[in-house]
């Protein structure tokens, strides 16, 4: 199998796309956005980062973070949120799936995929694409009929700022996004 190399940027700023296992609905119940809240929050204190933006979806999360300067390890920033949220949802919730022969010798829960999407925004041109793609996103998926509508994403705190105007979306070329974005 061949190695998978990830990007090392030190205080680089990266887009993530980190998916439920088969891409179970389970992450916008109450419950579960307290519990994923919870991670991120404790995992920042000990990893600092800084979440840019964030969509948070039935069975995936986008989300854009800049990391410390100097500091390049997002992966055990993604697996600590991901074995804190696994043992609460385990414990406040229950058990997802049945878990296969493969996922029982490992110890591993059926919550999530074990690998996660990574790319490295290499400009600001770069940044702004990826922003719009994680807020076009529920409406990409047909969760909503406005990106406004959708509740668990930074899109409103972006508009408060100014970035976009609260109707934006209409008028976004949905080709720009899929597969190079970790679809």
Known sequence: MPEYRRSLLQGGTFFFTVVTCHRQPILVSPEARSILHMALDKVNLRFPFVIDAICLLPGH?????TLPEGDT?????????KKRFTKAYLNQIGPGEQPNASRLKRGEATIW????????????????????YIHYNPLKHGLVSSVADWRWSSFHRYVKLGYYAGDWGSAFDEKKGGEEFGE
């Open 61 to 65: 999360i986008h989300c854009i973070w």
């Open 73 to 81: 390890n997002y992966a055990i920033r993604w697996g600590e949120i």
């Open 113 to 132: 995929q074990r690998r996660f999407w990574e790319h490295t925004l290499r400009d600001l041109d770069d940044y702004h694409r990826h922003l719009d």
